[in-house]
T-cell receptor, first 115, second 112 residues
Framework: DAKTTQPPSMDCAEGRAANLPCNHSTISGNEYVYWYRQIHSQGPQYIIHGLKNNETNEMASLIITEDRKSSTLILPHATLRDTAVYYCIVRVADAGGTSYGKLTFGQGTILTVHP | DGGITQSPKYLFRKEGQNVTLSCEQNLNHDAMYWYRQDPGQGLRLIYYSQIVNDFQKGDIAEGYSVSREKKESFPLTVTSAQKNPTAFYLC???????????FGPGTRLTVL
């Protein structure tokens, strides 16, 4: 799985958009970008994933650059409850059943949302 | 409610004792995983199981054992052979062919 690079920490004001970057310059053509977050002392929570098109769901938007070497997770209106560690993970999807689903978590970005 | 449960949330054991961590899911997921997390670190895979009665070692399986006798249960035993067992242990499950893993709330094990 490709290595990812994230800033160790970021701050965001409540109600503003939080934009979390991730670099994955060695990503392969069949590797997806996944985002999870972990609130303190809880299990990680899936947020979103994508291959090359931008994706949006009820939690966030994922913007992937055209060359796929970087991506940005956007929380459109951050709240205090969004304070967490955000993990960007790159891996092959399990569509063909060939992957056992292992997730490789780095150290992530600590996002602090303040009033 | 559907989900993954881990018990207990906090567990204390004396050094040299084996301890078993529980993980149960009612999501009808095929695959289950155990991860370990140390302070300030990401998750590391201990064991995983894709179907009942089958499991595979992950990246840090030494000192751990698992069983998968039922689809909904995947207990992890931390043995006395594990040199540094104090950590936060997370269980996850996934529907085969799907991309999303769902995590339990975790068990924080402290060995005294």
């Amino acid at each position: 799985d490709a290595k990812t690079t994230q800033p160790p920490s970021m701050d965001c004001a409540e109600g503003r958009a939080a934009n979390l970057p991730c670099n994955h310059s060695t990503i392969s053509g069949n590797e997806y970008v996944y985002w999870y977050r972990q609130i303190h002392s809880q299990g990680p929570q899936y947020i979103i994933h994508g291959l090359k098109n931008n994706e949006t769901n009820e939690m966030a938007s994922l913007i992937i650059t055209e060359d796929r070497k970087s991506s940005t997770l956007i929380l459109p209106h951050a709240t205090l409850r969004d304070t967490a560690v955000y993990y960007c993970i790159v891996r092959v999807a399990d569509a063909g059943g060939t992957s056992y689903g292992k997730l490789t978590f780095g150290q992530g970005t600590i996002l602090t949302v303040h009033p | 409610d559907g989900g993954i449960t881990q018990s207990p949330k906090y567990l204390f054991r004396k050094e040299g004792q084996n301890v078993t961590l529980s993980c149960e899911q009612n999501l009808n997921h095929d695959a289950m995983y155990w991860y370990r997390q140390d302070p300030g670190q990401g998750l590391r895979l201990i064991y995983y199981s894709q179907i009942v009665n089958d499991f595979q070692k992950g990246d840090i399986a030494e000192g751990y054992s698992v069983s998968r006798e039922k689809k909904e249960s995947f207990p992890l035993t931390v043995t006395s052979a594990q040199k540094n067992p104090t950590a936060f242990y997370l269980c996850a499950s996934r529907l085969q062919g799907a991309d999303t893993q769902y995590f339990g709330p975790g068990t924080r094990l402290t060995v005294l």
